[in-house]
């Protein structure tokens, strides 16, 4: 489903992204694991079209993403830790917008509000301006305007980071909603419990490159836990990992 | 290219700016409030003032010739008089002059003016010209006039009489106090000493009359109230428009551009199908809109105001105010014109800032990109403008709109402008895209 071979990316003076590979399978959830710089978002942003590989490849539903982002577009969705919204539209009028450039016709468009407003239970302030919404309204509408389209793929970045717990528990409920409509899922994260719980198969990604990957009980492997695997892992290499 | 795409991005940016009260204030409230008070408030009050104050009397010093002495008996016109009026004025004085200006038989009217003037002319005799100085430092005094010790030995022997009368040009009494005291210098007086000189050489009443008859000249202004009217606009237009273009939408545009970076939307907006090319052009559009309508709530402001200013100040020498619709709309499509080469360079200049603030640190020199043409341009006659003019950017716009202000319309001067600056607005757009393409500087941190 997500293939994605020798994968690099180089900035000026670093190299972000370092020869990663990893296959992502239809219906599951994989989890890209790594601390903060490890090279995460920078995956995801070449996955998402929106940074261009220095070399390797990116395969979505057999559409090459590095030569045909556009057609690769429509078939993913995609929720980041930056969760920007244009406050002085409605909840209706922001869907609205994201359905017209994802050139759906219009009499779709509405159907598949209709649709994803019941499914997330947004009736109430579906036309209110965002400006005046709570965080948990919020985070609704950036995961609506994500698949607005409904993408088979989802690409998840730090999703619920910077989240309260109620608006986290909100969108931890939306991944698995979305793994039982048989969704592709990219996951990555640094907080272990949530992967623990989510993910079918995770990659270790640490400065830039993949140092484990495999299905949940690979990783975990002899430790406690995929926290106690991952320190294990990713702390050998980086010291403010190092536990114990 | 998807024309759908534009529209709906477009349409997306002019229901944010709608709702965005900044955008809104400098679009309606700014030229409503601000043009009327520019073109009718700042002439109202400074005429005001000026009114005021050629109401109020003018205190002269005087030094040297001290005519109390002398009785006014003189009975060659004002000559005397009215300097004696300077040192002496005195009701009995005042009644002296009144009775010989009717001797000259002047109509009611004109006396009634005569009196007005020398009533408000009040003189104080000072020993010298230092205490005059110090009386005149402190303000008490608004003018020095210093008349020689000897005024009727020079006069007796012919000879020139030198007369200085001290002021402050930068005073606006003082002016006032230096045009009234002139008069009865360099008008009655002089006049009255030639009258005097030629009697004496045994020139007859009419001869006299012949050789100082006053020569006057009837100002008679051959320019249309429509290049008066143009005159003016010429000199205030392209700076007032210039900055609407520049300011008036650049809220919008940072909003659009840095503040997608800011609020983090741009990176939602780049996982859609959409080419940046039709974002931008969405996006430019909208720019364009705002910036116009901008323009036309400004211009629309300008001509109601000139239009009363011209009806307030109609008799004091303001310019009655008429613009024909082919002048309006050629002004439309200049401005258009100017307005999508600058909004291009500042969308540019904004894609590349990374912040609100970043962006309008970037954006506000561009203002000068106006001003300073335009302040080039300022009083500068069509005759003045060099075809080289008609290539350089923004400034070609602001010269070929002052020309057809000053009422000259050359299809040639026209062509290049348009020409000209469609081709740099294209260069300008080609270049905001090229930067927004740039994962380099979408990415700034």
Redesign the interface.
């Known amino acids: 489903m997500i293939t994605v071979r020798n994968l690099t990316k180089e900035?000026?003076t670093i190299t972000a992204v370092d020869d990663v590979s990893f296959e992502v399978r239809k219906g599951e959830i994989f989890g890209l694991l790594g601390p903060n710089g490890a090279g995460k978002t920078t995956t995801q942003?070449m996955l998402?079209?929106?940074?261009?590989p220095t070399s390797g490849t990116i395969n979505i539903m057999d559409v090459d993403v590095v030569k045909n982002p556009?057609g690769a577009?429509?078939i993913?969705g995609?929720i980041?830790e930056?969760?920007?919204?244009?406050?002085?539209?409605s909840c209706r009028?922001t869907l609205w917008?994201?359905g017209?450039?994802?050139?759906m016709e219009d009499g779709l468009i509405g159907k598949r509000i209709d649709q994803i407003v019941e499914m997330l239970e947004m009736g109430d302030y579906v036309d209110r301006?965002i400006e005046k919404l709570s965080k948990g309204m919020k985070q609704k509408i950036?995961i609506a305007?994500?698949i607005i389209h409904d993408p088979p793929v989802l690409l998840f970045d730090e999703p619920t980071a910077g989240l309260d717990v109620l608006a986290a528990r909100t969108v931890l409920k939306f991944i698995k909603m979305s793994k039982e409509m048989k969704k592709t899922i990219l996951y990555s994260t640094h907080i272990m419990f949530e992967a623990e719980d989510l993910c079918d198969r995770v990659a270790f990604i640490s400065k830039g490159k993949i140092v484990v990957s495999g299905t949940m009980k690979e990783a975990i492997g002899p430790h406690e836990n995929l926290e106690k695997a991952f320190v294990k892992y990713v702390g050998a290499k980086k010291d403010e990992f190092q536990d114990n | 290219m998807n024309f759908r795409i534009i529209k709906t991005v477009f349409k997306k940016e002019v229901i944010e700016t709608f709702r965005d009260k900044r955008t809104m204030i400098i679009m309606l409230v700014l030229p409503v409030i601000l043009m009327p008070s520019m073109i009718i408030g700042i002439p109202a009050l400074t005429l005001q003032r000026e009114v005021e104050i050629s109401e109020l009397p003018s205190k002269i010093a005087v030094v040297g010739y001290n005519a109390t002495s002398d009785i006014p008996d003189i009975a060659t016109g004002l000559r005397i008089s009215s300097l004696h009026y300077f040192l002496n004025s005195s009701d009995e004085n005042l009644e002296n002059l009144t009775a010989q200006i009717r001797e000259l038989n002047e109509s009611e009217e004109d006396i009634e003016d005569i009196i007005d003037f020398f009533e408000n002319l009040h003189f104080y005799h000072v020993d010298t010209l230092d205490d005059a100085m110090e009386l005149f430092d402190d303000g008490q005094v608004h003018a020095i006039v210093e008349i020689p010790f000897d005024l009727l030995d020079l006069e007796d022997r012919n000879e020139i009489v030198n007369i200085t009368v001290y002021f402050d040009n930068t005073k606006t009494r003082s002016r006032f106090a230096y045009t009234r005291v002139n008069l009865i210098v360099s008008d009655l007086y002089t006049r009255s000493r030639q009258q005097e000189v030629l009697q004496e050489r045994g020139l007859s009443q009419s001869e006299i009359e012949y050789v100082i008859m006053p020569s006057f000249t009837y100002p008679e202004d051959t320019s249309t109230p429509e290049e008066r009217g143009g005159f003016i606009l010429a000199m205030l237009l392209p700076m007032i428009l210039g900055i609407y273009i520049v300011t008036g939408s650049m809220y919008h545009t940072i909003d659009t551009t840095a503040g997608e970076k800011e609020r983090h939307t741009l990176e939602a907006l780049l996982v859609t199908p959409p080419s940046k090319t039709e974002l931008v052009m969405g996006k430019f559009l909208s720019i364009l809109l705002v910036t116009m309508l901008i323009i036309i709530v400004a211009m629309l402001s300008l001509v109601i105001s000139l239009h009363y200013s011209s009806e307030i100040f109609g008799g004091i020498g303001a310019v009655s105010f008429s613009m024909s619709l082919p002048v309006i709309i050629f002004l439309i499509v200049i401005f258009f014109v100017l307005a999508v080469l600058v909004n291009a360079v500042e969308m540019a200049i904004c894609f590349f800032a990374k912040s609100f603030k970043e962006a309008e640190n970037y954006i506000t020199p561009i203002i000068f990109m106006v001003l300073i043409p335009a302040i080039f341009l300022q009083g500068l006659s069509p005759e003045d403008m060099t075809l080289s003019m008609f290539f350089v950017p923004i400034l070609n716009v602001l010269t070929v709109f002052q020309e057809v202000l000053l009422g000259v319309v050359d299809p040639l001067h026209i062509g290049i402008v348009i020409g000209t600056s469609t081709l740099y607005a294209i260069l300008a757009s080609i270049i905001a895209i090229r930067i927004f393409n740039r994962e380099e500087v979408l990415f700034r941190t």
């Open positions: 900035f000026k942003r998402s079209t929106i940074l261009r556009v577009r429509s993913i995609v980041t930056e969760r920007g919204l244009y406050d002085r539209l009028e917008y994201y017209r450039l994802y050139n301006r950036v305007r994500a």
